[in-house]
């Protein structure tokens, strides 16, 4: 039997314990069983200023906490969960601490940002969500929890849910996009992913979806700014995939940094209390984000770190994130003042306790490092990265069929990015193996063997932020300057190489480093002299493959003009050079689609496929612009080497009752002379009821593999779940009685419709 499934009893056991710890634990012990502290174990501040670009300052193993450092609090017993802690023999030496220093022998949980993968580094999240398969996204999420329960690790903060419409904002590329109905899906097969029948399961974790809520409508994209979001979109478009991931069985939820409509997120007892608890029934434990009580004070709320402790608790929060001096160390003395009881701080130190209990922390609390060794180079798990960087790639152009590559006998791989290991694992990865990340430049070279003669030339240095990045404090974050590099010469032999080659693969992208958090950015553009470095290899008159290393959607109206062939690859993780080449000589089709819509340029955001309108779209709303107002791609595009056709889109009834469902069939062809992957996507529109609804509202999709001249019918059900909707004026879920036309096909332009009614 595996060390991780001990039974922990049933639910009134789990309770006894807790509970007979609780009987015996001081206030200031509960507080700390409350509190969680970041724990760097960083090269010494010198060695890591030397090695990040910016010099970033790093915080030592052990920094301050409330006038003591972690590991004295631990030494206390008042320490109840620590994070960014991965290597197993640390994570036994600081449990062995706490188990000694509590009078309870209460162990830490472990927590950390697992967000695509721990060791093997899968596709960033909006790589995963173009995948628009659930499937592919849960097994890479059970992957990471795998390798992240090995090392010792109990808890992930993810996945990120968060909506995102606006691409100025950098941690689009933790989530799922722009849409609700696409990313509640993958919001729910991420958490089954990561706690599989119970995070208490081997080889498990707990999954805390986040930032609750509304963070991605940060205003102007700039990050950890107010959020002011009108109530239905709120309930329609924000909360949805929250909902999907509590549904789905999430065991924890972190809070959000931001003022939601005036209100901060993490003193927000109306969201954390009435809405997740009493209305959805959540009923596992809450953590800020990092040190956001403490920052209740800086929002203006909160009058002193007493008051901001007392607050939070109040609201819903069990255990506070702290960078240092946590709020929560203040708990005491609130309580003494009368600003918070202590039923409710029992109610949150019950709720840590049930999740350590319930995940077998108590009975199993230290890691086996050796078995450690052995999860962490399953060789399983790079096989299933380099699978689910293949499925999140989109093909955004194939003008005459360039891809697949047909036998070249010379290729030129350009760009920098094309052989840059730390950007193709893209933000929020620590624990990566850069010596085993294959590169675009390695992944065409390995494969084209002795088969095509395979030269690269950079042809531009890297970009470099404009300001460091706050993640520079650890080694590798920003991309080196290389030294003595002349750029008139090292363009010129770019572009002499491309002229000698066959074919030109150029990868170009934002450096990983531009995005994610704290990466806002102003400009959609690519950063750097990469526009100029495309466009003079394209006048060469070689044929060239764009490949796109992103997690924003960027200014590609000159390459969509004038290069035959993009591949969007995103950031693709560990084997994500291996993937683009199964792509780009076919060995795997691509078949991934746009989470978002793709804007030509910054000033169209916020651009979403599913607005209202007050006007007759005439000329697609083109009359009142004047200039291009559609976006470059839309939502849900992506093209792959088969060609679909889709026909005898039908409903199995026309009328029903509002409560009923209808089933959408319909049937896609490939009518290409080559396999391919197709999402098949359903949208519904309301024609008329209680509230404008949405020009287009995705409500169903499936991914399929269709060989060559193979045809499936597929079907879709849309009942109340599709149906209903908040309505603000009557602030609750409606059906109105109304006509809904309905729409399939390849993306949200998509041509087949049909209609039906629905009586009250
Ligand atoms: C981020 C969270 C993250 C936490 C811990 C915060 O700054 O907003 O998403 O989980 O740091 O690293």
Redesign the pocket.
């Known amino acids: 039997m595996s060390v991780h499934s001990m039974p922990v009893g049933s639910d009134a056991e789990v309770a006894g314990r807790v509970d007979a710890l609780i009987a015996g634990m001081t206030t200031a012990e509960k507080a700390g069983q409350l509190t969680q502290y970041?724990y760097f174990d960083l090269p010494p501040a010198g060695e890591a200023a030397d090695q990040a670009s910016g010099g970033a300052e790093a915080p030592g193993p052990g920094f301050d906490g409330h006038g003591i450092t972690v590991d004295e609090a631990l030494g206390r017993g008042q320490v109840g969960s620590l994070?960014?802690v991965t290597d197993p023999a640390q994570i036994n030496r600081l449990q062995r601490r706490a188990i000694e220093g509590s009078r309870h022998g209460i162990p830490v949980l472990f927590?950390?940002?697992v967000?695509h993968g721990l060791r093997t580094i899968f596709p960033v999240p909006i790589a995963m969500a173009a995948s628009w398969d659930p499937g592919a996204i849960e097994q890479g999420q059970a992957v990471a929890a795998r390798e992240a329960r090995a090392v010792g690790i109990h808890w992930a903060?993810?996945p990120?849910v968060d909506i995102a419409r606006d691409p100025r904002w950098g941690?689009i590329v933790?989530g799922a996009g722009e849409d609700p109905y696409l990313a509640a899906a993958v919001a729910a097969a991420q958490v089954r992913g990561f706690q599989g029948a119970g995070p208490g399961a081997p080889g498990r974790v707990i999954s805390?979806p986040?930032?609750f809520a509304g963070?991605g409508a940060a205003l102007g994209g700039r990050d950890y700014d107010e959020v002011n979001l009108s109530d239905s979109e709120l309930w329609n478009v924000y909360l949805p995939p929250f909902k999907a991931a509590v549904d789905a069985g999430a065991e924890n939820i972190?809070t959000?940094?931001m003022d939601l409509n005036g209100v901060p997120a993490t003193g927000n007892h109306w969201l954390l209390t009435e809405v997740l608890r009493d209305t959805w029934g959540f009923g596992g434990f809450l953590v800020s984000?990092?040190?956001?009580v403490h920052n209740l004070r800086t929002h203006g709320f909160a009058a002193d770190l007493a008051d901001a402790g007392a607050r939070a608790l109040r609201a819903g929060v069990d255990m506070e994130?702290a960078v240092g001096n946590p709020a929560y160390a203040h708990l005491p003395e609130a309580i003494e003042a009368g600003l918070a009881d202590e039923e409710t701080l029992d109610a949150c130190v019950r709720r840590v306790l049930t999740a350590k209990v319930r995940i077998g922390l108590l009975d199993q609390p230290y890691v086996d490092e050796d078995q450690a060794r052995a999860v962490l180079a399953d060789p399983a798990h790079r096989a299933a990265a380099r699978q689910a960087a293949q499925r999140s790639a989109v093909l955004l152009r194939n003008e005459g069929g360039l891809l697949p590559l047909a036998s070249p006998s010379s290729i030129a791989v350009i760009g920098p990015l094309a052989d840059s290991r730390r950007d193709t694992l893209g933000p929020?990865v620590f624990d990566f193996d850069l010596d085993e990340t294959v590169t675009v430049l390695d992944g065409i070279r390995n494969r084209a063997g002795h088969g095509a003669e395979v030269g690269y030339a950079p042809g531009i240095r890297p970009a470099q932020r404009v300001f460091p990045s706050m993640f520079d404090m650890f080694a590798n974050n920003a991309p080196a300057d290389p030294e003595g590099f002349d750029d008139d010469a090292e363009l010129a032999r770019a572009v002499a190489l491309a002229r000698a080659s066959d074919v030109a693969v150029v990868v170009l992208g934002e450096w990983q480093n531009m995005i994610g958090?704290?990466a806002s950015r102003s400009s959609l553009e690519l950063p750097g002299g990469q526009l100029a470095l495309l466009q003079a290899v394209v006048a060469t008159g070689t044929p060239v493959v764009l490949l796109v290393m992103n997690g924003r959607p960027l200014d590609l109206r000159w390459a969509a003009a004038n290069v035959p062939a993009i591949l969007d690859i995103w950031y693709p993780g560990t084997q994500g050079g291996a993937a683009m080449a199964d792509l780009i000589f076919g060995d795997a089709a691509p078949g991934g689609k746009l989470p978002f819509t793709w804007p030509r340029t910054v000033g169209q955001v916020p651009l979403v496929y599913s607005h209202t309108i007050s006007h007759e779209p005439v000329n697609q709303g083109r009359r009142y612009w004047d200039e291009e107002s559609t976006p470059l791609f839309p939502f849900g595009y992506g093209l792959s080497y088969g060609r679909f056709e889709y026909r005898d889109l039908t409903l199995d009834r026309d009328r029903i009752q509002a409560g009923q469902t209808v089933t959408a069939s319909v049937t896609v062809t490939n009518a290409g002379d080559r396999a391919g992957d197709e999402v098949a996507q359903v949208y519904i529109h309301q024609r008329h009821g209680t509230a404008s609804r949405p020009v287009r509202e995705l409500k169903g999709f499936e991914r399929v593999a269709l060989a060559a001249g193979e045809t499936r019918t597929l079907s879709f059900a849309l009942g109340p779940a599709e149906l209903r909707y908040w309505n603000a004026a009557a602030r609750d879920w409606v059906i109105d009685a109304t006509t809904i036309d309905v729409f399939a096909g390849g993306d949200s332009a998509a041509g087949l419709t049909a209609s039906f009614t629905v009586t009250g």
């Open positions: 970041f994070l960014f927590g950390f940002d967000i903060f993810a990120m941690r933790e805390g986040k930032h963070y972190m959000a940094y984000d990092a040190q956001a994130m929020w958090e704290a």
